[in-house]
């Protein structure tokens, strides 16, 4: 009785040690306040995947740049030290994901579907680009459209041709400041983190990208004008590490990827709503919000397209901008 109580106890101890091995946490990073829909979306990831799993697979979110700023996270994501993000894409490590800064690829809601088809060729140009960082690509989760928040009023925003009397603030990438410059704005390239008190300071007097949640959740104490323009698609993408992808299981795999496909197909749709909502809660917390219609953004459309699209040769190669010229410019 003895031996059998003891092959007893070994067997539920064996039993429980694989039961322990087999469960992982996956550390899944983010950028925006835990209000934006982006970190929502985070949230509402780790409850399905928890759920379906049974708690085989956990996941931990870090919303709100906890483990440090965009471009770290993605460094971390490609050395497995973080294991999922949703973040924007830093060009830092390939100058071609500069491509997503494309200004006026596309330039209203109902053309995003092409650019977010999983089978069209922005989807699989961007996975090719993860590959070389041992991350893989789960999707685009759409955010709004780059807009302009400012401190003080732009001369003729419309007429791309008039200089600007603003200094904008822009990323540290060369695709914005082809933009920027295109529309006669002066340009200063400002660390995200350090945005609100440059705007505050005046060091800027505003600043590129961002729908209008961003202004409003981050900058609406400093912003006094926002001007919807819809620059360019403010995406932020799903990623893993390509070591932690090829340890999941083929069903886990199915999962994660149905998950992320799910929760994207909803984001053009939730961002347009919101792109709405926070438009109004803008002009609520006293911010000039300058009504802007699509045929009075065209000639802006047009003319930033002529002068910037030649001109990405310089940035992201010349077979790569002409492969992008002839699949957008019937746009």
């Known amino acids: 009785m003895r031996n059998k109580f003891c092959a007893l106890l070994v067997m539920v101890y064996v039993l429980s040690f694989v039961g322990f091995a087999e469960a992982l946490t996956l550390r899944l990073a983010g950028q925006n306040p835990v209000a934006h829909q982006n970190s929502v979306q985070m949230e ?4 399905i ?3 379906k799993t049974g708690g085989k697979i956990k996941v931990k979110t870090y919303p709100a740049g906890q483990l440090g700023d965009y471009a770290l996270i993605y460094e971390e994501v490609s050395k497995g030290t973080i ?3 949703l973040i924007t894409i830093p060009p830092k490590f390939d100058q071609k994901q500069q491509i997503y800064f494309t200004p006026y690829l596309v330039s209203s809601w109902h053309e995003l579907y ?3 088809d999983p089978n069209g060729w922005m989807y699989k140009k961007v996975s090719g680009f993860h590959d070389k960082m041992d991350i893989k690509f789960l999707g685009f989760f759409m955010d709004g459209f780059g807009g302009l928040g400012l401190t003080k009023e732009a001369s003729k925003p419309l007429d791309p041709k008039v200089p600007k009397n603003v200094l904008c603030r ?3 990438n060369d695709v914005a400041k082809l933009t920027m410059t295109s529309m006669g704005y002066r340009t200063v390239s400002v660390p995200y983190a350090d945005l609100y008190t440059a705007l ?3 060091v800027a007097e505003g ?3 961002g729908a209008a949640v961003h202004s409003c959740l981050g900058f609406r104490d400093v912003v006094k004008y926002y001007y919807p323009m819809n620059i360019y698609t403010e995406l932020e993408q799903w990623l893993i590490n390509k070591k932690t992808w090829d340890g999941l299981s083929p069903s886990d795999q199915k999962l994660i990827e149905s998950t992320v496909a799910e929760i994207n197909k909803n984001a053009v749709k939730i961002a347009e709503q919101e792109e709405i909502m926070y438009q109004k809660k ?3 917390a006293g911010i000039k919000v300058v009504k802007i219609t699509p045929e009075q953004l065209k000639p802006t459309v047009d003319y930033v397209r002529k002068m910037v699209w030649p001109k990405l040769d310089k940035v992201l190669g010349k077979e790569l901008t002409q492969e992008l010229i002839g699949e957008y410019a019937k746009k």
């Open 44 to 47: 509402n990831f780790k409850k």
């Open 49 to 51: 995947i928890e759920e």
């Open 83 to 85: 294991d999922m993000a």
């Open 114 to 116: 092409k650019l977010f």
């Open 170 to 172: 822009i990323p540290n």
């Open 200 to 202: 505050q300071t005046g």
């Open 207 to 209: 600043w590129y990208g």
């Open 282 to 284: 803008l002009a609520e």
